[in-house]
């Protein structure tokens, strides 16, 4: 009997497997932007680096969803990175730290 379900639900199992596939697939590049560029220090991080240096591959260690002009343009145009402190400052202790510093 659930061998007759997925036989008559190819079309939509395969679908819906190639979704969650997409979606793994890119999870640990917005993860990582959301922990690293969700407040004003790591925007700050991300604005300042070398657009050409940052890759672009979900797979890559390094990526990010997130790019440099993105950044700076958050920064420049809102206020929420400015009212909180992200998890990957708040890990490393810069939370109490002034912007200036960087």
């Not at 407040?39 to 390094?62: H, K, M, Q, Y």
């Not at 708040?90 to 002034?98: F, K, L």
Request: proline share 7%; with cysteine; charged share 15%.
């Amino acid at each position: 009997m659930l061998i007759k379900y997925f036989l008559g639900h190819k079309k939509a199992l395969t679908l819906c497997g190639g979704c969650l596939v997409i979606a793994l697939t890119l999870f640990p590049m917005f993860y990582r932007s959301w922990a690293f560029g969700s407040d004003a220090w790591g925007l700050t991080v991300i604005a300042l680096l070398d657009p050409e240096e940052l890759p672009w591959s979900p797979s890559d260690f390094n990526s990010l969803a997130i790019r440099p002009a993105v950044a700076y343009w958050l920064l420049t145009n809102f206020d929420w990175p400015y009212e909180r402190c992200g998890k990957a400052m708040t890990a490393m202790g810069g939370c109490s730290q002034p912007l200036v510093n960087l």
